[in-house]
Nanobody
């Protein structure tokens, strides 16, 4: 199991920026992907961005061009730079790790979540 601790959430006005960070420890593999998900009240958890061990990145359409995911493999950390924030970005943000096992992908850890609130 991988332990993940997020930091950097908070309250910001629309148009502002925040940077989230997540530190991983435990049974993390260098080949694990790392990602950010978010869950708004009354909605399902959704993928925000994911970065593979080799550096390839995926973003949800709603954040493309505004958010940037990055990772530091030496420190087992993943970050999410969020710019031009909108009220609809308000949610609890979670980081996770994912591992490919054969043809399947398994989630190996979730963080406790950090609240991001964007005021209009």
């Amino acid at each position: 199991q991988v332990q993940l601790v997020e930091s950097g959430g908070g309250l910001v006005q629309a148009g502002g920026s925040l940077r989230l960070s997540c530190a991983a420890s435990g049974s993390i593999f260098s080949s694990d992907a790392m990602g950010w998900y978010r869950q708004a009240p009354g909605k399902q958890r959704e993928l925000v961005a994911r970065i593979a061990a080799g550096g390839s990145k995926d973003y949800s359409d709603s954040v493309k061009g505004r958010f940037t995911i990055s990772r530091d493999n030496a420190k087992n950390m993943v970050s999410l730079q969020m710019n031009t924030l909108k009220p609809e970005d308000t949610a609890v943000y979670y980081c996770n790790t994912e591992r490919r096992i054969g043809s399947a992908v398994a989630v190996t850890g979730w963080g406790q979540g950090t609240q991001v609130t964007v005021s209009s």
